[in-house]
């Protein structure tokens, strides 16, 4: 198993060192040369690895003994065949005996069948154990594949978005878990979500899940062991229910709980504990910061306050202006004002409904003196305009 997992993983990076890296280092290619053409000095450097060759030779290896081991498998096979074969000869000629001989054989092959059916059970009961094992591995590795493609986007990601943390995280379904559990297991002769009066039979089961969620990977092994001891402890406690059976009790046991899923922080807080205005202002944030199209936002600040707009909104849209045309919508004088709009249009509603529009830049004396009409916080947000440029 252990072979074909490596052979497998090797296969993958190859794959991705032909594919994936050559890929992102066109773009990166294609970002240098727009960054070029804005006249920005700064180069995004390529990603390198310099070990293909040896993670090729690893792959030959593998392969190399991968068949070695086939070649072994199928020249056992043949001598079980020639024995198998034999067995029919030897079968042949007991029959030609006496009918007693013939029931003595009769019970030694049903002897042989129980015991061979037994082996098979121990043999997948351990391929079992080992699945769940390689399961749970694949989960912490696709968590690491994430922190690792976290880690490459963050070394890279724009100023705008230095307060947003993306992390991985393992999620296990408790809820899914407990439900199945419910309805797999006799309620009489197992406590399953516990109570003051009894504890659950898997808080341990939980305690390790917990810790291997956290990040401590120490504990897979374990994980696996107290799978397999409840597996024998509740066995015996299934719901006798004809539409309950031994397979549904392992469906629920063993059945994948486990989720990997990015998470986005703000200021070192979880996505879905900000308020409207800074969910919002993540938002924002996020579309400012990807992509060089021109983008056009609209009703940015009805969830937010000036001094949230003056501390984040603002300065990231005048970061973004760096690298991206921006049209935005706002009533807000600080925005206006502050993230140093260079062209303002003015729109205007008659009192017969007609729409009528004026533009200019914030120095032409028409347009500021309607904006100030129209915009909240307009004559103190345009006072420190003058105040800064000094305009008549």
Excluded at 50 to 71: F, Y
Excluded at 131 to 157: D, Q
Excluded at 162 to 173: C, G, K, P
Excluded at 256 to 268: A, C, D, L, Q
Aim: proline share 2%; net charge negative.
């Amino acid at each position: 198993m252990n072979l074909i997992d490596i052979q497998t993983l090797l296969k993958e990076c190859i794959r991705f060192l032909e594919t994936d890296i050559i890929t992102f280092n066109k773009k990166i290619t294609l970002i240098n040369s727009l960054l070029e053409k804005l006249d920005v000095a700064e180069k995004m450097p390529e990603l390198l690895y310099k070990n293909k060759a040896d993670i090729e030779r690893l792959s030959e290896e593998a392969n190399a003994k991968n068949k070695a081991v086939v070649g072994e498998i199928e020249k056992l096979q043949t001598e079980i065949n020639e024995y198998e074969e034999s067995i029919r000869d030897h079968t042949r000629l007991l029959e030609k005996k006496r009918e007693v001989a013939v029931q003595i054989h009769k019970l030694k092959t049903e002897v042989k069948e129980i015991n061979d059916y037994r082996d098979q059970i121990n043999d997948l009961t351990g391929k079992r154990k080992e699945s769940f094992l390689a399961r749970v591995h694949t989960t912490v590795s696709i968590k690491k594949k994430y922190k690792e493609i976290i880690e490459v986007f963050s070394a890279h990601k724009a100023k705008v978005l230095s307060d947003l943390d993306f992390v991985a995280q393992i999620n296990f379904d408790r809820d899914s878990f407990l439900k199945a559990a419910v309805d797999i297991l006799d309620n009489r002769k197992v406590v399953v979500e516990g109570s003051e009066e009894a504890s659950s039979v898997f808080n341990n089961l939980f305690g390790i899940i917990k810790a291997l969620t956290e990040g401590d990977e120490g504990r897979i092994r374990e994980l696996v062991m107290e799978v397999h001891k409840l597996d024998s402890e509740l066995k015996p406690k299934i719901k006798t229910s004809s539409a309950i059976s031994v397979s549904d009790f392992y469906n629920f046991l063993y059945a994948n709980y486990f989720e990997v899923s990015p998470i986005v922080r703000y200021k070192k807080i979880n996505l879905k504990w900000l308020s409207l205005g800074q969910k919002a202002t993540v938002l924002i944030k996020i579309y400012l910061a990807q992509g060089d199209l021109p983008i056009i936002i609209d009703s940015h600040d009805d969830h937010l306050d000036n001094e949230f707009i003056m501390e984040e909104l603002v300065n990231a849209i005048r970061e973004a202006k760096g690298h991206r045309q921006i049209i935005l919508v706002s009533n807000n004088g600080n925005v206006v004002i502050n993230s140093d709009a260079e062209q303002i249009i003015i729109a205007n509603r008659s009192d017969i409904g007609e729409i009528s529009y004026i533009s200019g830049s914030i120095e032409n004396p028409t347009v500021r003196d309607r904006a100030i009409d129209v915009l909240e916080g307009g004559p103190l947000a345009f006072k420190k305009r003058q105040e800064k440029y000094r305009i008549a």
